[in-house]
């Protein structure tokens, strides 16, 4: 035997298998990563939230308009996500996506005028800025897709339910000292 240590054969072997298993765990872990922060990010609330139109524009450039009533914690407006990232891709040409998300304060007055008292809530407005329809809750993409055809031709929406004319109310405003017919006044 000469005086160097080369290692035997299976050492070797070992060593390339070991140098080779983690050069690839690398690899599928980087894949993996990636894959799940692209995906995430492209379907997520925020992502889509931060992509859609303003409400200002959207109301007035002369495009339907979808608006999505939402939270961050909702958890039918997360199984939804996925599913309209796709339509919104679709249908970005001929519909503007308005995303209101209802923790916010800025949107109170929106919540307070489309009554919304469940989230998801979509309101479907026509091209002249009018709400025509709404609908809560989770949606299957095709009611979806259905939906959003019939408000691009400016046709009933078929799954969907309407908003018909309503009687303009105006809570009158007393001063409960003055006014004791009031019942907030308690008799004062």
Sequence with gaps: MNGNFRGSPTDK????????????????????????????????????????????????????????????????????APDLAVIKQQYADAIDFVMLNVDNPKWLPEVLRYRVDGIPHFVFVN?????????????????????????????PLPNSQSIGQVSQFTAPVSNSKTDVSDPRSHGQ
Excluded at 64 to 78: G, K, R, V
Excluded at 127 to 143: D, H, K, L, N
């Design 127 to 155: 091209a002249q800025g009018e709400a025509i329809a709404q609908s809560i809750g989770e949606q299957p993409p095709t009611v979806m897709q259905s939906n959003l055809d019939a408000l691009i031709a400016n046709l």
């Design 13 to 80: 072997t070992k060593t390339v298998r070991n140098i080779l298993l983690a050069v690839v765990a690398i690899a599928l872990s980087t894949v993996i990563f990636l894959g799940n922060t692209s995906s995430n990010n492209s379907t997520s609330l925020e992502a889509q939230a931060q992509q859609s139109v303003a409400l200002e524009t959207a109301l007035t450039n002369g495009k339907p308009t979808l608006i999505e009533f939402y939270a961050n914690w909702c958890t039918s407006c997360q199984s939804m």
